[in-house]
């Protein structure tokens, strides 16, 4: 088969320790390899003076599932705002914070990422993310399913089930659901809001269940670890959004004895309530706890000031911040008596003390965490910014300043309450190959993903050097999918259809019968219809085959 | 100068947007680009020299000749001088208008001044529905300005409108100044069903006895001195408004809707 060389770029590929060391690179059959002495190079890329990285892949953003059809629909204005016209290749589409699938697609791989995790799947939605999720071109994609609020493990905990039960019931809701790893949103909380509780904190039970946020976090995280997931338990703590939350978050990291986990959008989970108007950065005791706990990663969920629409799960976090929305409207609902979601559009405003000092404890969470293994860039598309900011965001983390001509324009009271402008770090550009490729690519335990040796898929991204990253970052040269070009100087080239990834633990399958009288008696889906099967995934959308990972840590 | 003057070559097949023929976007341009910008046609484009015969310079007064109930989106966003069409317009126009003066010949589509801020549009003929209503999921229809439709308008006239005065001198469809959160619609013809269903606030006025849901209050006839100021705010508008009879200020006051707030007036001419 054809042998294509890129020629004489300077390779960054962290999980090999490359940092920007001029080398080609050979492709075969979509593979990165090493070609025989004497064989004929068949196609060449002259990519001298250019960045060469592997594909980036986005470990947290909500592009499937219901609550962002729910987000869709409720907005048509953003639909109407924001028109991507057919092409010659490409379908029409449209939307800025809650995009069509056809226009996420296109537009993230026209960024240069080749791979997008929806972190929020509820086990009973599953089906539908994937198809929506097939539908969405371009890119690899897999999900995180949801578990803590279902009735079912709720029901386990109270009833004192051992660990081992409970593990075969993550395993087979892994396994059902087709997703590479488990989500816990507000521990406990969804349920609880259901039970007029409005407030969960840590160590506070569960009013009809008796269980705390703390023991669901303990057996989620132990569960994925003696399951060998590698993807550790993701974990939107509790009381997101909440001044002086930086409690509860530091009570959850302590809540995983020791057992691996993500903070996901950690910087919503790291306020103080110090200062005039009771709510501060607490940003150093986050990052301080996230460096000094080896077993802890985050992704940021960094805001950028415009419009966007926050959807979440977390339907106690979106009720109390329902009064905020921009444009005046929302959505709170339960979704099949199991589960939670609230949608809530939102415009962040630099002008404005609480969303001026978000951003700049976002930014002190990406500076102050020393690791790039274990901090991730994120938006938390679209609850922070819609992902097209990436670039402007990644310009802010490599180029101090223009961060502190940024800072200076943000409302004076919360420049008065930050230390970023005393922050000198800046992102290496191989530190941001580690927190946009590499470590995504480790955490969720795709082995082929994420680096550039012999073996690994040949998703690469190459950047014409530009000291405005922001532009750098905005419109790659080349986009290589499984070793075609599919975009070309920020458009797409030719259309292709991802994999999707996910993880198959294995369980003891005597957890079906319990499993089926309670789905009988309470669930909306019977048992078989519930699990999704393998030739199934491979019809959904166009999508182009289903990647099972090896657990294994 | 004489008006830019757009002749429409033949009927469009296909709808096609004219949201960038307006007089602050064409005073930009050179003569020669104007004829070659490509408008939305259908899913497509085409270019404006295909679908119109250009003539005349001036950019602050155009003038649209042979109309069609396909070209969508007159005026739109247009924030000063005028646009007459001489014949019918489609879908939208005037939709988000912040300024200017539209003058229509025939009749125009749905949506007409929908999202306004301001200006003025006079359309000869009639309108189609949701006139200076507002979009599916927005929240504010027309928001400022002043249409007078001499015909009759479609349903929903008025749906969510926030602020400005429509006039029709014909009859209203069904539901028209439904959820209507503020503003005046005058209707000189007949109304249909539904009418004020969820007015919030503002006013209507009524020359037949409309049918209200029952969540309206009779508050009686009154005698109400601005109508007078109204009437003289329209003395210099073309038709029926203008010459509206001095008796006329003698008008039964019904109040609601009491089901969503309620403090919309219908004012009925006795």
Known sequence: MALIRLKGGRVYDPAHGVDGEVRDLYIRDGRMVVPAADERVDQEYDVSGRVVMAGAIDMHTHIGGGKVNIARAMLPEDHRGDRLPRGELTRSSCG??????????????????????????????????????????????????????????????????????????????????????????????????????????????????????????????????????????????????VPGNVDSTLATID???????????????????????????????????????????????????????????????????????????????????DAGCGVVPFRYRDQNFVNALQWAIGLEIFLLVGDPWRVFLTTDHPNGAPFTSYPHLIRLLMDKSFRNEQLARIHPDAQAMTTLASIDREYSLNEIAIMTRAAPAKILGMADRGHLAPGAAADITVYREDADREKMFTAPEYVFK???????????????????????????????????????????????????????????????????HPCRR | MSALTFRLRHEPQLRVSLALLVPQTLARLSPAAIPEMELTWGSGAI?????????????????????????????????????????????????????????????????????????????????????????????????????LIRGDAGERAGDRMRRGVVLIEGSAGDYCASRMGAGTIAVLGRTGAGIATGMRRGTLLLRETPELPPTFNDCGVHDLGFLQLLYRSWASLPGGFAALPGNSLTVRRLVGDLGNGGKGEVLVWV
């Not at chain 1, 903070?263 to 108007?277: K, M, P």
């Not at chain 1, 399958?509 to 019977?526: A, Q």
Request: proline share 3%.
């Open chain 1, 96 to 241: 800025h914070a809650a995009p069509g699938t056809l226009a996420t697609g296109y537009r993230y791989a026209e960024m240069g990422y080749t791979a997008c995790f929806e972190p929020a799947i509820l086990p009973v939605n599953a089906r539908q993310a994937h198809m929506e999720m097939g539908d969405t071109p371009m890119v690899d994609k897999g999900g995180y399913v949801m578990l803590g609020s279902d009735e079912f493990l709720l029901r386990m905990l109270a009833g004192k089930q051992d660990q081992a039960a409970i593990n075969d019931y993550i395993a087979w809701t892994l396994h059902a659901a087709r997703c590479i790893g488990i989500k816990v949103v507000n521990p406990g909380g969804i349920s609880a809001f259901k039970f007029n509780q409005r407030n969960l904190n840590v160590d506070e039970a569960h009013v009809h269940y008796g269980v705390t946020p703390r023991e669901i976090v303990r057996v989620l995280a132990r569960g994925l670890d003696d399951l060998q997931v590698p993807h550790p338990l993701h974990i939107h703590a509790s009381n997101l959004g």
């Open chain 1, 255 to 337: 809540a995983a004895e020791g057992f691996p986990i993500h903070l996901t959008h950690i910087q919503f989970h790291s306020y103080g309530t110090e200062g005039d108007r009771k709510f501060s950065s607490a940003a150093g005791r986050i990052a301080e706890a996230v460096n000094a706990n080896r077993h802890v990663s985050c992704d940021v969920g960094q805001i950028l000031f415009g419009q966007t629409v926050t959807a979440s799960g977390d339907n106690m976090a979106q009720h109390r911040n329902a009064g905020h929305a921009s444009p005046r409207k929302f959505v709170i609902m339960d979704i099949e008596c």
């Open chain 1, 482 to 548: 499984d070793g075609e070009v599919v975009a070309r100087d920020g458009r797409i080239v030719k259309v292709v259809w991802g994999r999707f990834h996910a993880v198959a633990p294995e369980f003891d399958r005597g957890i079906e019968k319990g499993l089926r009288d309670y789905f009988e008696r309470y669930l909306t889906m019977r048992l078989e219809n519930f699990k999704i099967a393998e030739d199934e995934m491979l019809a959904f959308g166009h999508n182009a085959g289903l990647a099972t």
């Open chain 2, 47 to 147: 270019k404006v020299g295909e679908l119109f015969e250009i003539r005349g310079s001036d950019a602050s007064h155009l003038v649209f000749e042979g109309g069609s109930p396909k070209l969508d989106r007159i005026g739109e966003a247009m924030a000063s001088g005028e646009i007459i069409v001489r014949g019918d317009a489609g879908a939208y126009l005037g939709h988000r208008m912040a300024g200017g003066t539209i003058r229509v010949d025939g009749s125009v589509g749905a949506y007409c001044a929908s999202g306004a801020r301001n200006g003025f549009i006079t359309v000869d003929g009639d309108a189609g529905d949701f006139l200076a209503a507002a979009l599916p999921g927005e929240h504010r229809g027309m928001a400022g300005g002043l249409v």
